[in-house]
């Protein structure tokens, strides 16, 4: 069994990172939440949601940088360690996409999106985000989405498979992936797809960096990109 469980996770509240349970909604599976990562002493914060993608109980573990690393699985440990030793090093957010083996055995493939944690002076403290748990398809919200959105679907196509297109390139996933992920931002932010992947794609463009900082910039674009619209 990966990791033992040290204390108690506590729920994530932040006004920039909302609780999953607003992400998921009533009666969804626990597939996204929340995460916050303190600079200052590495201490991190899970959602009851991470927790439980990690085959936990909620409020039966708290979260340590060597349990993190203990769920991961062993091709993928030694670059989770690194990203993670670089956002201590360089307050840059933490940013990843690997696997985990929760307690069950199971595994998950993950993605994790962060951005800057601030004070009130604007100084980067740490980093909060969201795990995504992108094992499955959820073939299922696909239809619902696409049931609630198909008679725009077809002229919108354009801008959600370049949407698509960004965040397989960004993030190395499958394209079922990827919509989910759009899906995922859409339901979270009460944004239309269309509007979205739109908006996304007109300010993907804007992003000129090396592609690790390309990554961590287009993990900010994906969060705030509804707060332009």
Not at 9 to 38: C, H, I, K, N
Not at 40 to 45: C, G, H, I, P, V
Request: charge should be negative; proline fraction near 3%.
């Amino acid at each position: 069994m990966p990791g033992e469980a040290q204390g108690l996770a506590r729920p994530v509240e932040s006004d920039t990172v909302r609780p999953a349970e607003e992400v998921l909604g009533t009666g969804r599976s626990q597939s996204a939440g929340t995460f916050r990562f303190w600079l200052a002493d590495q201490r991190w914060e899970w959602s009851d949601e991470v927790a439980i993608i990690h085959g936990y109980e909620p409020g039966t573990v708290r979260p340590t940088t060597e349990l993190l690393l203990s769920h991961k699985h062993p091709d993928d440990r030694d670059q989770v360690a690194n990203t993670i030793a670089r956002t201590v090093e360089t307050g840059e957010p933490f940013c990843s996409r690997h696997r985990i083996i929760d307690t069950g055995g199971v595994l998950h493939h993950i993605l994790v999106v962060g951005d800057d944690m601030r004070d009130d002076n604007g100084d980067v403290i740490g980093t909060s985000g969201y795990y995504i748990d992108l094992t499955n398809a959820l073939e299922e919200d696909r239809r619902q989405t696409l049931d609630g959105a198909l008679p725009e679907l077809y002229s919108a196509r354009a801008a959600i498979e370049q949407a698509k297109g960004a965040l397989m390139l960004i993030y190395g996933i499958t394209e079922d992936q990827a919509f989910r992920v759009l899906t995922w931002r859409s339901q979270e932010t009460g944004t239309k797809l269309r509007a979205l992947a739109t908006q996304l794609v007109s300010e993907v463009t804007t992003l000129d960096s090396s592609m690790v900082e390309l990554r961590t910039r287009f993990d900010h674009l994906l969060l705030t990109v509804h707060e332009r619209m």
